[in-house]
């Protein structure tokens, strides 16, 4: 069965930083592109990031709301995606989704962005 | 930047009904369309994927068709769980969501 988790969620300041994981199982991970996107208060859905496998060299996109300030990132060993996130936000509140090929699914994680 | 525009934003159908929902990409996206639902509380879930392919697991009564620019998911006899958001997402450049269908009980 193919299970994504995140983590890593929670309430933070504008202008700090928050780093979020995936942890995944029941596929092959390291064959995968995984992507992050998230969900706005208003339920507007937004892709956020992509990373490609190994074979495509890890090649890594940014939606350009967030780009310079989020970082994806992977570690095959531990079958994990994470996503680094910097100088947040009010704007950037959200749940944030993990998912594989935008086929499966995590069950998301919030983060809010307040003072 | 490629804008998706979903119709209706809302749709009040009853239980039985066939029901089309539509997404109109602001330039040609060939094949590249998916569709997914919503249910309050969950994330979305995959229900057809390249315009027209049925994700496994998914029952029959839904169907997608279009090309280039306009799309359509289609549900032949609505059941009570088929009551939710329904997304259209394109993935030809970049990756753009719609703003979704509520399809509420009438």
């Known amino acids: 069965e193919v299970q994504l988790v995140e983590t890593g969620g929670g309430l933070v300041q504008p202008g700090k930083s928050l780093k979020l994981t995936c942890a995944t199982s029941g596929f092959t991970f390291s064959n995968a592109w995984m992507h992050w996107v998230r969900q706005s208060p208003e339920k507007q859905l937004e892709w956020v990031a992509q990373?490609?496998?190994?074979?495509?060299?890890?090649?890594?996109y940014y939606a350009e709301s967030v780009k310079g300030r989020f970082t994806i990132s992977r570690d095959d060993s531990k079958s994990s995606v994470y996503l680094q996130m910097n100088s947040l936000k009010e704007e950037d509140t959200a749940i944030y989704y993990c998912?594989?090929?935008?086929?499966?699914w995590g069950q998301g994680v919030m983060v809010t962005v307040s003072s | 930047d490629i804008q998706m525009t979903q119709s209706p934003s809302v749709l009040s159908a009853s239980v039985g009904d066939r029901v089309t929902l539509n997404c109109k990409a602001s330039?040609?996206?060939?094949?590249?369309l998916n569709w997914y639902q919503q249910k309050l509380g969950e994330a979305p879930k995959l229900l057809i994927y390249?315009?027209?392919n049925l994700q496994t697991g998914i029952p029959s009564r839904f169907s997608g068709s279009g090309s280039g620019t306009d799309f359509t998911l289609t549900i032949s006899s609505l059941q009570p769980e088929d009551f939710a958001t329904y997304f259209c997402f394109q993935h030809n450049s970049w990756n753009t969501f719609g703003a979704g269908t509520k399809l509420e009980l009438k």
């Open positions: 990373i490609k496998a190994k074979s495509n060299n890890y090649a890594t």
């Open positions: 998912t594989w090929g935008n086929s499966y």
């Open positions: 330039q040609n996206i060939n094949k590249y």
């Open positions: 390249n315009t027209n």
